[in-house]
Protein backbone atom coordinates (compact mmCIF):
# COMPACT_ATOMS: atom_id res chain seq x y z
CA UNK A 1 0.00 0.00 0.00
CA UNK A 2 2.08 3.41 -0.72
CA UNK A 3 0.58 6.89 0.50
CA UNK A 4 1.81 10.25 -1.20
CA UNK A 5 2.51 11.61 2.17
CA UNK A 6 6.47 11.07 3.77
CA UNK A 7 7.09 8.66 6.45
CA UNK A 8 6.02 9.72 9.64
CA UNK A 9 9.14 9.69 11.05
CA UNK A 10 10.01 12.09 8.69
CA UNK A 11 7.33 14.61 10.04
CA UNK A 12 8.39 17.79 11.83
CA UNK A 13 7.42 18.51 14.82
CA UNK A 14 6.58 21.31 16.52
CA UNK A 15 9.01 22.49 19.32
CA UNK A 16 8.27 23.84 22.59
CA UNK A 17 4.73 22.60 22.74
CA UNK A 18 3.07 23.20 26.53
CA UNK A 19 2.28 20.44 28.23
CA UNK A 20 -1.43 21.55 27.75
CA UNK A 21 -1.20 20.61 24.25
CA UNK A 22 0.70 17.74 24.41
CA UNK A 23 -2.48 16.72 27.10
CA UNK A 24 -4.66 17.46 25.02
CA UNK A 25 -3.34 15.54 21.78
CA UNK A 26 -3.13 12.61 24.46
CA UNK A 27 -6.72 12.61 25.34
CA UNK A 28 -7.51 13.12 21.42
CA UNK A 29 -6.33 9.55 20.80
CA UNK A 30 -9.24 7.96 23.04
CA UNK A 31 -11.83 9.91 20.64
CA UNK A 32 -13.97 11.73 23.22
CA UNK A 33 -16.89 12.16 21.18
CA UNK A 34 -17.40 8.55 20.63
CA UNK A 35 -16.41 7.67 24.10
CA UNK A 36 -18.90 10.43 24.87
CA UNK A 37 -21.61 8.09 22.84
CA UNK A 38 -20.26 5.21 24.90
CA UNK A 39 -20.99 6.18 28.26
CA UNK A 40 -24.68 7.61 27.26
CA UNK A 41 -25.45 3.78 26.46
CA UNK A 42 -23.34 2.05 29.27
CA UNK A 43 -25.60 4.11 31.80
CA UNK A 44 -28.60 3.14 30.06
CA UNK A 45 -27.59 -0.66 30.09
CA UNK A 46 -27.23 0.78 34.04
CA UNK A 47 -30.63 2.37 34.37
CA UNK A 48 -32.32 -0.40 32.78
CA UNK A 49 -31.02 -3.33 34.70
CA UNK A 50 -32.96 -4.58 37.89
CA UNK A 51 -31.84 -3.77 40.95
CA UNK A 52 -29.07 -1.32 42.28
CA UNK A 53 -25.05 -0.86 42.56
CA UNK A 54 -24.93 2.15 44.50
CA UNK A 55 -23.36 5.71 43.15
CA UNK A 56 -19.78 3.93 43.51
CA UNK A 57 -20.62 0.92 41.68
CA UNK A 58 -21.62 3.18 38.98
CA UNK A 59 -18.63 5.27 38.95
CA UNK A 60 -16.14 2.22 38.86
CA UNK A 61 -18.62 0.71 35.91
CA UNK A 62 -18.77 4.07 33.81
CA UNK A 63 -14.84 4.59 34.25
CA UNK A 64 -14.24 1.37 33.41
CA UNK A 65 -16.01 1.41 30.25
CA UNK A 66 -14.38 4.67 29.03
CA UNK A 67 -10.83 3.67 30.28
CA UNK A 68 -11.34 0.61 27.82
CA UNK A 69 -12.92 2.26 24.70
CA UNK A 70 -10.46 5.24 25.36
CA UNK A 71 -7.39 1.95 24.95
CA UNK A 72 -9.24 0.65 22.05
CA UNK A 73 -9.42 3.53 20.15
CA UNK A 74 -5.65 4.69 21.49
CA UNK A 75 -4.37 1.53 19.92
CA UNK A 76 -6.71 1.84 17.01
CA UNK A 77 -5.41 5.22 16.05
CA UNK A 78 -1.68 3.77 16.83
CA UNK A 79 -2.00 0.65 14.46
CA UNK A 80 -3.46 3.50 11.59
CA UNK A 81 -1.33 5.93 12.32
CA UNK A 82 0.31 5.50 8.14
CA UNK A 83 -2.95 5.14 6.39
CA UNK A 84 -4.50 8.08 8.78
CA UNK A 85 -2.04 10.22 6.90
CA UNK A 86 -3.57 9.62 3.56
CA UNK A 87 -7.63 10.84 4.45
CA UNK A 88 -7.96 14.04 4.57
CA UNK A 89 -10.29 14.34 7.71
CA UNK A 90 -7.59 12.05 9.56
CA UNK A 91 -4.10 13.39 8.54
CA UNK A 92 -4.40 16.22 11.63
CA UNK A 93 -4.68 13.51 14.43
CA UNK A 94 -1.50 14.17 16.67
CA UNK A 95 -0.33 10.63 15.40
CA UNK A 96 -0.88 11.15 11.56
CA UNK A 97 0.54 14.44 11.78
CA UNK A 98 3.60 13.60 13.93
CA UNK A 99 2.85 15.49 17.08
CA UNK A 100 3.16 12.78 19.32
CA UNK A 101 5.18 9.68 19.67
CA UNK A 102 4.26 5.96 18.12
CA UNK A 103 6.01 4.80 21.49
CA UNK A 104 4.07 6.71 23.46
CA UNK A 105 0.50 6.64 21.71
CA UNK A 106 1.39 3.00 22.12
CA UNK A 107 2.43 2.61 26.11
CA UNK A 108 -0.99 5.11 26.59
CA UNK A 109 -3.06 2.72 25.02
CA UNK A 110 -1.86 -0.45 26.91
CA UNK A 111 -1.46 1.59 30.20
CA UNK A 112 -5.50 2.61 30.07
CA UNK A 113 -6.40 -0.97 28.73
CA UNK A 114 -4.53 -2.18 31.84
CA UNK A 115 -6.00 0.31 33.76
CA UNK A 116 -9.43 -0.82 32.54
CA UNK A 117 -8.76 -4.06 33.52
CA UNK A 118 -7.65 -3.13 36.69
CA UNK A 119 -10.88 -1.21 37.52
CA UNK A 120 -13.77 -3.51 35.80
CA UNK A 121 -12.34 -6.79 37.86
CA UNK A 122 -11.84 -4.55 41.25
CA UNK A 123 -15.12 -2.28 41.11
CA UNK A 124 -17.56 -4.45 39.04
CA UNK A 125 -17.60 -8.44 38.51
CA UNK A 126 -16.47 -10.97 36.05
CA UNK A 127 -19.30 -11.09 33.36
CA UNK A 128 -18.58 -6.98 33.03
CA UNK A 129 -14.72 -7.53 32.94
CA UNK A 130 -14.75 -10.19 30.13
CA UNK A 131 -16.83 -8.69 27.55
CA UNK A 132 -15.10 -5.53 28.27
CA UNK A 133 -11.58 -7.08 27.74
CA UNK A 134 -13.25 -8.85 24.92
CA UNK A 135 -14.33 -5.71 23.15
CA UNK A 136 -11.22 -4.29 23.36
CA UNK A 137 -9.54 -6.81 22.73
CA UNK A 138 -11.15 -7.84 19.23
CA UNK A 139 -11.59 -3.87 18.68
CA UNK A 140 -7.95 -3.87 18.22
CA UNK A 141 -6.35 -7.39 17.27
CA UNK A 142 -9.04 -8.63 14.83
CA UNK A 143 -11.53 -5.68 13.55
CA UNK A 144 -8.50 -3.17 12.73
CA UNK A 145 -5.99 -5.18 10.36
CA UNK A 146 -9.16 -6.37 8.72
CA UNK A 147 -10.47 -3.42 7.66
CA UNK A 148 -7.63 -3.93 5.42
CA UNK A 149 -8.71 -7.31 3.60
CA UNK A 150 -12.31 -7.20 3.90
CA UNK A 151 -15.41 -5.43 3.90
CA UNK A 152 -16.52 -7.94 6.91
CA UNK A 153 -14.95 -5.68 9.31
CA UNK A 154 -18.01 -3.37 9.72
CA UNK A 155 -19.41 -6.39 11.02
CA UNK A 156 -16.34 -7.55 12.87
CA UNK A 157 -16.20 -4.20 14.32
CA UNK A 158 -19.88 -3.35 15.64
CA UNK A 159 -19.45 -6.42 17.74
CA UNK A 160 -16.96 -4.09 20.19
CA UNK A 161 -18.93 -1.06 19.66
CA UNK A 162 -21.91 -2.69 21.25
CA UNK A 163 -20.16 -3.82 24.39
CA UNK A 164 -20.41 -0.74 26.35
CA UNK A 165 -24.91 -1.05 26.83
CA UNK A 166 -24.14 -4.69 27.66
CA UNK A 167 -21.47 -3.91 29.87
CA UNK A 168 -23.53 -1.27 32.09
CA UNK A 169 -26.21 -3.79 32.32
CA UNK A 170 -23.94 -6.66 33.45
CA UNK A 171 -22.45 -4.42 35.90
CA UNK A 172 -25.62 -4.30 38.25
CA UNK A 173 -26.94 -8.23 37.08
CA UNK A 174 -23.73 -10.17 36.77
CA UNK A 175 -24.91 -12.06 34.00
CA UNK A 176 -26.22 -11.73 30.56
CA UNK A 177 -29.16 -12.22 29.93
CA UNK A 178 -31.90 -11.62 27.18
CA UNK A 179 -32.33 -8.07 28.15
CA UNK A 180 -29.43 -7.50 28.03
CA UNK A 181 -28.67 -9.32 24.67
CA UNK A 182 -31.67 -7.30 23.33
CA UNK A 183 -29.28 -3.66 24.47
CA UNK A 184 -26.25 -5.41 22.40
CA UNK A 185 -28.41 -6.06 19.65
CA UNK A 186 -30.14 -2.84 19.27
CA UNK A 187 -26.64 -1.23 18.95
CA UNK A 188 -25.00 -3.72 16.98
CA UNK A 189 -27.85 -3.17 14.56
CA UNK A 190 -27.76 0.90 14.76
CA UNK A 191 -23.88 0.94 13.96
CA UNK A 192 -24.33 -0.84 10.51
CA UNK A 193 -26.33 1.82 8.63
CA UNK A 194 -24.49 4.66 10.50
CA UNK A 195 -21.45 3.62 8.93
CA UNK A 196 -22.62 2.52 6.06
CA UNK A 197 -23.76 5.74 5.21
CA UNK A 198 -20.01 7.43 6.14
CA UNK A 199 -18.52 4.75 4.26
CA UNK A 200 -20.83 6.38 0.84
CA UNK A 201 -19.72 9.83 1.49
CA UNK A 202 -15.97 8.94 2.62
CA UNK A 203 -15.37 7.00 -0.31
CA UNK A 204 -12.91 8.25 -1.60
CA UNK A 205 -10.85 9.07 1.72
CA UNK A 206 -11.09 5.56 2.22
CA UNK A 207 -9.69 4.10 -0.78
CA UNK A 208 -7.04 6.00 -0.26
CA UNK A 209 -6.29 5.04 2.96
CA UNK A 210 -6.44 0.94 1.70
CA UNK A 211 -9.73 0.45 3.50
CA UNK A 212 -12.13 -2.11 2.34
CA UNK A 213 -15.22 -0.57 2.78
CA UNK A 214 -18.52 -2.00 0.97
CA UNK A 215 -18.50 1.23 -1.25
CA UNK A 216 -14.78 0.60 -2.17
CA UNK A 217 -15.20 -3.18 -2.99
CA UNK A 218 -18.43 -3.46 -3.82
CA UNK A 219 -19.97 0.25 -4.62
CA UNK A 220 -22.70 2.50 -3.50
CA UNK A 221 -25.50 0.60 -4.42
CA UNK A 222 -24.67 -2.74 -2.66
CA UNK A 223 -23.48 -0.11 0.16
CA UNK A 224 -27.07 1.00 -0.09
CA UNK A 225 -29.04 -2.03 -0.23
CA UNK A 226 -27.10 -3.33 3.17
CA UNK A 227 -28.32 0.08 5.05
CA UNK A 228 -32.11 -1.09 4.19
CA UNK A 229 -31.98 -4.16 5.23
CA UNK A 230 -29.82 -3.15 8.53
CA UNK A 231 -32.41 -1.11 9.09
CA UNK A 232 -34.91 -3.37 8.96
CA UNK A 233 -33.09 -5.38 11.77
CA UNK A 234 -32.56 -1.98 13.75
CA UNK A 235 -36.43 -2.13 14.02
CA UNK A 236 -37.03 -5.47 15.35
CA UNK A 237 -34.27 -4.92 17.52
CA UNK A 238 -35.52 -2.24 19.41
CA UNK A 239 -38.61 -3.10 19.92
CA UNK A 240 -37.45 -6.22 21.81
CA UNK A 241 -37.80 -4.77 25.07
CA UNK A 242 -41.62 -4.22 25.32
CA UNK A 243 -41.94 -7.93 24.48
CA UNK A 244 -39.28 -9.08 27.14
CA UNK A 245 -41.53 -7.09 29.48
CA UNK A 246 -39.01 -4.01 30.76
CA UNK A 247 -40.67 -1.24 28.51
CA UNK A 248 -44.18 0.44 27.85
CA UNK A 249 -46.34 1.51 25.11
CA UNK A 250 -44.22 4.56 25.21
CA UNK A 251 -40.61 3.06 24.24
CA UNK A 252 -41.94 0.51 21.77
CA UNK A 253 -43.91 3.52 19.93
CA UNK A 254 -40.52 5.95 19.58
CA UNK A 255 -38.78 2.68 18.55
CA UNK A 256 -40.86 2.33 16.04
CA UNK A 257 -41.17 5.70 14.71
CA UNK A 258 -37.52 5.93 14.18
CA UNK A 259 -36.51 2.33 12.90
CA UNK A 260 -39.46 3.45 9.81
CA UNK A 261 -37.51 6.60 9.18
CA UNK A 262 -34.60 5.04 8.99
CA UNK A 263 -35.93 2.83 6.72
CA UNK A 264 -37.95 5.26 4.84
CA UNK A 265 -34.77 7.45 4.11
CA UNK A 266 -32.75 4.17 3.39
CA UNK A 267 -34.83 3.61 0.33
CA UNK A 268 -34.78 6.95 -0.52
CA UNK A 269 -31.39 6.40 -1.38
CA UNK A 270 -32.04 4.21 -4.15
CA UNK A 271 -33.97 7.49 -5.89
CA UNK A 272 -30.70 9.84 -4.63
CA UNK A 273 -28.68 12.03 -7.38
CA UNK A 274 -26.14 12.70 -5.69
CA UNK A 275 -24.97 10.11 -2.99
CA UNK A 276 -22.92 11.81 -1.06
CA UNK A 277 -25.38 14.56 0.40
CA UNK A 278 -27.92 11.40 0.80
CA UNK A 279 -25.51 9.73 2.97
CA UNK A 280 -24.55 12.72 4.71
CA UNK A 281 -28.16 12.80 5.86
CA UNK A 282 -28.41 9.48 6.63
CA UNK A 283 -26.08 9.35 8.42
CA UNK A 284 -27.26 12.73 10.57
CA UNK A 285 -30.51 11.04 10.99
CA UNK A 286 -28.55 7.73 12.81
CA UNK A 287 -27.22 10.15 15.12
CA UNK A 288 -30.55 12.00 15.88
CA UNK A 289 -32.25 8.13 16.22
CA UNK A 290 -29.50 7.03 18.93
CA UNK A 291 -29.79 9.83 21.81
CA UNK A 292 -33.90 10.03 20.90
CA UNK A 293 -34.10 5.95 21.94
CA UNK A 294 -32.59 6.28 24.50
CA UNK A 295 -34.46 9.37 26.17
CA UNK A 296 -37.49 7.43 24.96
CA UNK A 297 -36.16 4.35 27.30
CA UNK A 298 -35.20 6.59 30.27
CA UNK A 299 -39.28 8.29 30.17
CA UNK A 300 -40.25 4.93 29.74
CA UNK A 301 -39.00 3.98 33.10
CA UNK A 302 -39.68 6.43 35.01
CA UNK A 303 -43.48 6.49 34.45
CA UNK A 304 -43.57 2.63 35.50
Same mark, same amino acid.
Given at each position: ????????????????????? #?? !?????????? /????? $? /????????????????????????? @??? +????? %??? %???????????????????????? /????? *????????????? &???? *??????? @???????????????????? !???? +??? &?????? *?????????? &?????????????????????????????????????????? #?????? %?????????????????????????????????? #???????????????????? %????? *??????????? $???????? &????? +??
Amino acid at each position: MSHSAPPLDLVRRSPGRSPWA #VA !RDYITLTKPS /INRMC $L /ITAAGGIALAPGSIGVWGVVWALLG @TAL +AVGSA %NAL %NMWWERQPDRAMKRTQERPLAAGR /ISDGG *ALAFGVALGVLAA &VILA *AGTNAAT @TLVGLFALTSYVLVYTPLKY !RSPL +ALV &VGAIPG *AAPPLMGYTA &VTGAIDPVGLALFATLFAWQMPHFLAIAVFRRHDYAAAGIKT #VTVVRG %NRVAKVQALLWSVVLLGASVLLTPLGVTDALYAA #VAVVLGLAMMAYAVLGFRAT %NDARW *AYRYFALSLVY $LPVLILAL &VLDLL +AT
